[in-house]
């Protein structure tokens, strides 16, 4: 049944869990300066952190994909979000008993685990309490999350955090755990009827559609530069114009936030684009490039380089609401939402967490130019996306 009456409470409930999740993901970018000042990590090792997330995220995505296809979808997001919350729970605790690399390492490759449960099965509430015409709005709303989770995080980090790191990451798993309570608990809508696959083959299935072989690698170009901006902007700005940690929030904060009103206006772009999500991800890539270039060249004060970064995090956002969110619900047809989905995110964090690694590698050992080779790939990958999504479009039409 897709119940009007409850439909507010059902996205609501959708909505704070998975903004849960990325309060218990964000809070590492503005606790990092405080981790390393603390010598609890060294940038390669916080590089690392972002990468080993990002594939432990891209692993669970692969084996559990299907799960939100396949079970009851509320049990599974509320799961995962529950597994982020107490992760970081047990990474504060760490760091007040045990403060050691490899211990708070395990558990934010946990916590990567437990956000992989979370997003496939939202999206299959969403197509089954809401109607067809409305789901790709009501998802596009419901994408607002990793900015409003973004902001949050570094809200809650930068406050809780200010004096001990470790309350950094006890606020947000005390939170991100609540809201896996009320979604297990309180969710009023249809949570039956998911089935199994609309394709035999499971996963497999999914890479044997040509429509989705053809987005995975500008999926993994976007992936590279979506949230690398974020994880890497305080030191960036730490390091290039020499700030102290209690500024830091105040700049950092502006990137989701700014982010967010991106995700708020991705329906219109999307209309301009003629409900093309593919024309979407090729205008932000073209902006990424553009962006990239004065970040490589350097020799500006703080604010156009906040400017900056905030535009590029911006188009990553917009992108990302395309390939991760548009995209599936289009094949919805398939019944391989939640699947679809999670090949999506399994390539994105795939991008993201290679290159993190190399990145925080690169920026040990040559300081600040380690940046401006970052800004560098940027524009590398936004130029390939551009490219391939130019390829795609023609082989479609042929």
């Given at each position: 049944?897709?119940?009007?009456?409850?439909?507010?409470?059902?996205?609501?409930?959708?909505?704070?869990?998975?903004?849960?999740?990325?309060?218990?993901?964000?809070?590492l970018?503005?606790?990092?300066?405080?981790?390393?000042?603390?010598g609890?990590?060294?940038a390669?090792?916080?590089?690392?952190?972002?990468?080993?997330f990002?594939?432990?995220?891209?692993?669970?995505?692969?084996?559990?994909?299907?799960?939100?296809?396949r079970?009851?979808?509320k049990?599974?997001?509320?799961?995962?979000?529950?597994?982020?919350?107490?992760?970081?729970?047990?990474?504060?605790?760490?760091?007040?008993?045990?403060?050691?690399?490899?211990?708070?390492?395990?558990?934010?490759?946990?916590?990567?685990?437990?956000?992989?449960?979370?997003?496939?099965?939202?999206?299959?509430?969403?197509?089954?309490?809401?109607?067809?015409?409305?789901?790709?709005?009501?998802?596009?709303?419901?994408?607002?999350?990793?900015?409003?989770?973004?902001?949050?995080?570094?809200?809650?980090?930068?406050?809780?955090?200010?004096?001990?790191?470790?309350?950094?990451?006890?606020?947000?798993?005390?939170?991100?755990?609540?809201?896996?309570?009320?979604?297990?608990?309180?969710?009023?809508?249809?949570?039956?009827?998911?089935?199994?696959?609309?394709?035999?083959?499971?996963?497999?299935?999914?890479?044997?559609?040509?429509?989705?072989?053809?987005?995975?690698?500008p999926?993994?170009?976007?992936?590279?530069?979506?949230?690398?901006?974020?994880?890497?902007?305080?030191?960036?700005?730490?390091?290039r114009?020499?700030?102290?940690?209690?500024?830091?929030?105040?700049?950092?904060?502006?990137?989701?936030?700014?982010?967010?009103?991106?995700r708020?206006?991705?329906?219109?772009?999307?209309?301009?684009?003629?409900?093309?999500?593919?024309?979407?991800?090729?205008?932000?890539?073209?902006?990424?490039?553009?962006?990239?270039?004065?970040?490589i060249?350097?020799?500006?004060?703080?604010?156009p380089?906040?400017?900056?970064?905030?535009?590029?995090?911006?188009?990553?956002?917009?992108?990302?609401t395309?390939?991760?969110?548009?995209?599936?619900?289009?094949?919805?047809?398939?019944?391989?939402v939640?699947?679809?989905?999670?090949?999506?995110?399994v390539?994105?964090?795939?991008g993201?967490?290679?290159?993190?690694?190399?990145?925080?590698?690169?920026?040990?050992?040559?300081?600040?130019?380690?940046?401006q080779?970052?800004?560098?790939?940027?524009?590398?990958?936004?130029?390939?996306?551009?490219?391939?999504?130019?390829?795609?479009?023609?082989?479609?039409?042929?």
């Amino acid at each position: 049944m897709k119940t009007k009456k409850w439909g507010w409470l059902c996205f609501a409930l959708c909505y704070f869990g998975y903004m849960g999740v990325y309060i218990s993901r964000n809070n590492l970018s503005i606790i990092s300066p405080q981790l390393k000042e603390a010598g609890v990590a060294t940038a390669a090792q916080l590089g690392l952190l972002t990468g080993l997330f990002s594939l432990g995220y891209a692993a669970g995505k692969l084996l559990c994909g299907p799960l939100g296809d396949r079970f009851n979808p509320k049990n599974i997001a509320a799961l995962g979000v529950a597994v982020a919350g107490l992760s970081n729970l047990l990474i504060a605790l760490c760091l007040w008993f045990f403060p050691c690399f490899p211990a708070v390492l395990a558990l934010w490759i946990i916590n990567s685990l437990g956000q992989s449960l979370v997003w496939g099965p939202l999206l299959r509430l969403i197509s089954l309490n809401f109607s067809g015409g409305r789901a790709p709005f009501v998802t596009s709303m419901l994408v607002t999350t990793t900015a409003t989770g973004g902001v949050a995080g570094i809200l809650i980090a930068s406050g809780a955090g200010r004096q001990d790191p470790a309350l950094g990451f006890l606020a947000p798993g005390l939170i991100t755990l609540l809201a896996a309570l009320l979604l297990f608990c309180f969710f009023p809508g249809k949570t039956t009827g998911a089935g199994r696959a609309g394709k035999p083959g499971g996963m497999a299935a999914v890479f044997r559609q040509p429509e989705v072989r053809r987005m995975l690698l500008p999926a993994f170009a976007q992936g590279v530069i979506k949230d690398n901006v974020l994880n890497w902007a305080s030191l960036y700005l730490a390091a290039r114009f020499l700030m102290d940690l209690a500024q830091l929030p105040f700049f950092i904060l502006l990137i989701p936030a700014v982010s967010f009103l991106g995700r708020m206006c991705y329906p219109l772009f999307y209309r301009l684009c003629g409900q093309d999500q593919a024309r979407v991800s090729q205008l932000c890539f073209a902006g990424c490039l553009l962006l990239s270039a004065p970040l490589i060249l350097g020799g500006f004060s703080r604010v156009p380089a906040v400017v900056l970064l905030v535009l590029l995090s911006t188009l990553g956002n917009v992108m990302n609401t395309s390939f991760l969110s548009i995209f599936p619900m289009s094949m919805e047809h398939t019944g391989q939402v939640s699947a679809i989905a999670s090949v999506m995110d399994v390539v994105t964090y795939s991008g993201l967490g290679l290159s993190s690694a190399v990145f925080g590698a690169l920026i040990d050992a040559f300081g600040l130019w380690g940046y401006q080779i970052m800004f560098a790939a940027f524009a590398l990958f936004a130029l390939l996306g551009l490219l391939l999504l130019q390829r795609a479009k023609r082989r479609s039409a042929g």
